[in-house]
């Protein structure tokens, strides 16, 4: 049998069956009757976070979601819309599911492409599941396995029990708690769920029992503890947003102003004699102005450029000093607390060193902080380039700010610190 390739554009790349059509019963009681893989999450349902699992793997070449039959309109809505505002990147279609989970499977597959060679198949009630696991499933499958399981050790002892007393106590080494995404040979699979449909007994839990029951092998992947099923009330801790934790932020900044006939020179608000001036729009404070994109990058607002553009007419001669103001309101509006300010201006004349503490002074009143904040540095660059050649003067900015903590909604379950930091 040829190799897969597996890259989400070969033409044999696995289709994932995103499997969202169960009842929830046995966490009915807590979701007020929701079916759980409709539940909100970081304010998408957790059947969409499965979804982008599968995505992010970079294997997957599609996806079928198989709904309750009764909820698959509305859901298929709903998904058009969520594709249009969070890109999914894959190809899609719905199937009604089935009474049970192997119906809802067996579903599923009849809405696979025709010539879908490899399968995925996975619960929409296992959202945190990393893209890292997909790829180890479909690398199994890529080295030739027909059936592949993610699996963990079991650490309770598990014992079979009938009416309240143990009938046994089962080797432990031996077992394993089997998880999903599993990955089949589609033709293998389909073989599997019509045979079953044939044969007499209950409903199967996963796919791979029905393999085995054909005597097909099925290779074995590690699992891993987040990729959880949620089954029961307790389980919905697991959706509360985690603590918030505090978030800082860098930003950086950087501005040329050429010599000539135009400005008097200013630094930092303070006005440096020496006769040397500068072209510039503005009163062309090369110091505030790259301090001012540093804010900006803070609170990742652009550039001053963005802002204040060199066409705007009201900007003429306008004092740095204000706009820096006015930078500072926004990035403040942006929920960005600057803290520290590290300033480097590169000039090869006039001499700086008698302006330092000056400029340090005016832009820690500027910035609201205290001088012990803010850094002034001064170097040439020995003779070399534009500076070198009294042609202009640079300035380079660096802020560090506390930011407000990221909204709940898109913050992190302390179970899943991993997936969602890809
Ligand atoms: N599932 C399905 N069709 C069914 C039953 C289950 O698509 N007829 C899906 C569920 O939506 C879930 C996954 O299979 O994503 C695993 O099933 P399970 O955890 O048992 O979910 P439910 O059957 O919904 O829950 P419960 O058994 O508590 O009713
Ligand atoms: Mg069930």
């Given at each position: 049998?040829?190799?897969p390739?597996?890259?989400?554009?070969?033409?044999?790349?696995p289709?994932a069956l995103?499997?969202a059509a169960g009842h929830g019963s046995r966490?009915?009681?807590?979701?007020?009757g929701?079916?759980?893989?409709?539940?909100?999450?970081?304010?998408?349902?957790?059947?969409?976070h499965?979804?982008?699992?599968?995505?992010?793997s970079?294997?997957?070449a599609g996806l079928?979601?198989v709904?309750p039959?009764?909820?698959r309109?509305?859901?298929?809505?709903?998904?058009?819309a969520?594709c249009r505002?969070h890109d999914?990147g894959?190809?899609?279609?719905c199937?009604?599911?089935?009474?049970?989970r192997?119906?809802?499977?067996?579903?599923?597959?009849?809405a696979?492409?025709?010539?879908?060679?490899?399968?995925?198949?996975h619960?929409?009630a296992?959202?945190?599941?990393s893209?890292?696991?997909v790829?180890?499933?479909?690398?199994?499958?890529?080295e030739?396995?027909?059936?592949?399981?993610p699996?963990?050790?079991?650490?309770d002892t598990?014992?079979t029990?009938?009416?309240?007393?143990?009938?046994?106590?089962?080797?432990?080494?031996?077992?394993?708690?089997?998880q999903?995404?599993?990955?089949?040979?589609?033709a293998t699979?389909?073989?599997?769920?019509a045979?079953a449909?044939?044969?007499?007994?209950?409903?199967?839990?996963?796919?791979a029992?029905?393999?085995e029951?054909l005597?097909?092998?099925v290779r074995?992947?590690p699992g891993?503890?987040?990729?959880?099923?949620l089954?029961?009330?307790?389980?919905?801790?697991l959706?509360?947003?985690?603590?918030?934790?505090?978030r800082f932020c860098?930003?950086?900044?950087?501005?040329?102003?050429?010599y000539?006939?135009?400005?008097?020179l200013r630094?930092?608000g303070?006005?440096?004699?020496g006769g040397?001036?500068?072209?510039?729009h503005?009163?062309?404070d090369?110091?505030?102005?790259?301090l001012?994109?540093?804010?900006?990058?803070?609170?990742?607002?652009?550039?001053?450029?963005?802002?204040?553009p060199?066409?705007?007419p009201t900007l003429?001669g306008?004092s740095?000093?204000?706009l820096?103001?006015?930078?500072?309101t926004?990035?403040r509006?942006?929920?960005?607390?600057?803290?520290h300010?590290?300033l480097?201006?590169?000039?090869?004349?006039?001499r700086?060193?008698?302006?330092?503490?000056?400029?340090?002074k005016?832009?820690?009143?500027?910035l609201?902080?205290?001088?012990?904040c803010?850094?002034?540095?001064a170097t040439?660059?020995?003779g070399?380039?534009?500076t070198?050649r009294?042609e202009?003067?640079?300035a380079?900015a660096?802020?560090?700010?506390?930011?407000?903590p990221?909204?709940?909604?898109e913050?992190?379950s302390p179970?899943?610190?991993?997936?969602?930091?890809?």
């Amino acid at each position: 049998m040829p190799q897969p390739v597996f890259t989400s554009d070969a033409e044999d790349a696995p289709w994932a069956l995103v499997l969202a059509a169960g009842h929830g019963s046995r966490m009915a009681a807590a979701t007020g009757g929701e079916a759980k893989q409709f539940l909100p999450w970081r304010g998408l349902p957790l059947y969409w976070h499965a979804a982008q699992a599968m995505s992010r793997s970079g294997l997957t070449a599609g996806l079928v979601f198989v709904f309750p039959p009764q909820r698959r309109a509305a859901e298929e809505e709903r998904l058009r819309a969520l594709c249009r505002s969070h890109d999914l990147g894959l190809p899609w279609v719905c199937a009604d599911g089935g009474e049970t989970r192997q119906d809802s499977v067996r579903q599923g597959l009849a809405a696979l492409p025709a010539r879908t060679r490899w399968v995925l198949v996975h619960d929409a009630a296992r959202p945190f599941v990393s893209p890292a696991l997909v790829q180890r499933v479909c690398a199994a499958l890529r080295e030739g396995a027909v059936g592949v399981v993610p699996a963990l050790p079991v650490t309770d002892t598990i014992k079979t029990v009938a009416e309240g007393k143990v009938l046994a106590t089962l080797p432990r080494h031996s077992l394993a708690a089997v998880q999903t995404p599993q990955g089949f040979c589609c033709a293998t699979l389909r073989r599997a769920h019509a045979a079953a449909l044939a044969a007499p007994g209950g409903p199967a839990t996963d796919d791979a029992a029905l393999l085995e029951a054909l005597g097909e092998e099925v290779r074995v992947v590690p699992g891993e503890t987040v990729n959880v099923k949620l089954t029961h009330p307790q389980d919905l801790d697991l959706l509360r947003p985690a603590t918030p934790i505090p978030r800082f932020c860098t930003g950086m900044g950087y501005d040329v102003h050429r010599y000539g006939s135009g400005r008097p020179l200013r630094l930092g608000g303070v006005p440096i004699e020496g006769g040397f001036e500068v072209v510039a729009h503005s009163d062309g404070d090369v110091l505030l102005h790259a301090l001012a994109d540093a804010l900006l990058g803070c609170a990742a607002l652009g550039d001053i450029g963005r802002h204040f553009p060199d066409s705007d007419p009201t900007l003429e001669g306008v004092s740095s000093a204000l706009l820096l103001d006015r930078v500072l309101t926004m990035v403040r509006e942006a929920g960005v607390t600057p803290c520290h300010a590290d300033l480097t201006i590169v000039a090869q004349k006039p001499r700086m060193a008698p302006h330092g503490a000056a400029i340090r002074k005016n832009v820690a009143r500027l910035l609201g902080l205290p001088p012990s904040c803010v850094n002034v540095k001064a170097t040439t660059e020995e003779g070399l380039g534009f500076t070198g050649r009294l042609e202009g003067i640079k300035a380079y900015a660096v802020v560090s700010a506390q930011a407000a903590p990221l909204d709940a909604a898109e913050h992190s379950s302390p179970l899943n610190p991993t997936a969602e930091r890809l």
